[in-house]
């Protein structure tokens, strides 16, 4: 166990070996704990990002909620849009513990600072997409989150345990949706091909870009931030997905993709990288759309944040009364 007294005067060089220690030896830092700046600043950002996803990515999917095929589905959507609204949460109070405010990064998000996951800014123009999404969109989240669990900052670790459960049963609903397809008439399987089609390779982008380009990986991994590197997350997932497409009767979107024998792993065709890197620069078919409807989300909620203020501070100045 790293547990050296730390005082007011212990030098910053020793701050930083005494935090580096703690990491390597796999302890937590709490919000409480010395912390080097770029380390809760490079959280700050991943963390806000990843919480920004959680709660725009409800957009695409609440676009459905009105047009779901049955009563069952459409109970499973609305509960399945909640969670995420769920997560969104867990993730800005975790944050906040980094000495940021939940309004702070709302602005970001609003004003373009601050990303989001590329994937949210494509259109859902099916009952499929509500497949696809289910299956690939939060069955990639989920590779990414499992390693998170063991990310070195305790709140976000452990928020990431609940997170992945409820991600869990969301792969699972959006793979019944695809198999229910899939086995059903032509078109309803053209369906699920066609969502297919259209999600894989943005589902592929959603674990950032190639090692050799991501800016914050070598830093992140240092510091234990991220557990295992983009691309290794990202063909733990092709490999996984190969199969349930398999499963499902439907042909594989990557006409290049091959078994490597010596690698133990898939071979894979090329990933458009001006697309990702349009989209992740606000160019995406739904970017605007998106903020926009945050924007007036937003403002239509103040009255709902000035009503929760005045209740708590009648509250405060009640118990203040009474105590007197
Ligand atoms: N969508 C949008 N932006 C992305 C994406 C993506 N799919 N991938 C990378 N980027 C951005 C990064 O945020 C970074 O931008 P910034 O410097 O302005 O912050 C830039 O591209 C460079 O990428 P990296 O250096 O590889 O960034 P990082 O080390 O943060 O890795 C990753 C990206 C893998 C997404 C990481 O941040 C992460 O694991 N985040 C937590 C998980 C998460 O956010 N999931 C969101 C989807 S889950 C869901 O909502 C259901």
Partial sequence: ????????????????????????????????DWMPDAYRQNLIRQMSQHAHSEVIGMQPEGNWITRAPSLR???????????????????????????????????ALQTGTAKYASIFNYPTQTWGDMGAIGWLVDGAAICNQVSLQRTSYGPYARSMIRICKEESFHQRQGYQIMIELAHGTPAQKAMAQDSLNRFYWPSLMMFGPHDSESAHSARSMKWKIKRETNDDLRQKFIDQTVSQINYLGLEHPDKALEWNEERGHYNSGDIDWDEFYSVINGNGHCNRQRIQHHVKAHED????????????LKKEQRLARDAA
């Fill in 1 to 32: 166990m790293v547990n050296k007294m730390i005082t007011n005067t212990t030098p910053e060089t020793e701050l930083e070996r005494l935090f580096q220690a703690k990491i390597d030896a796999e302890q937590k830092i709490e919000p409480k």
């Fill in 73 to 107: 589905r459409k109970a499973v959507l609305l509960s399945k849009v909640q969670d995420e609204a769920g997560h969104g949460l867990y993730l800005y109070s975790a944050t906040e513990t980094l000495g940021i405010s939940r309004a702070e990064m709302i602005t």
């Fill in 301 to 312: 909620g103040i009255w709902v944040r000035e009503a929760t203020a005045a209740y708590n």
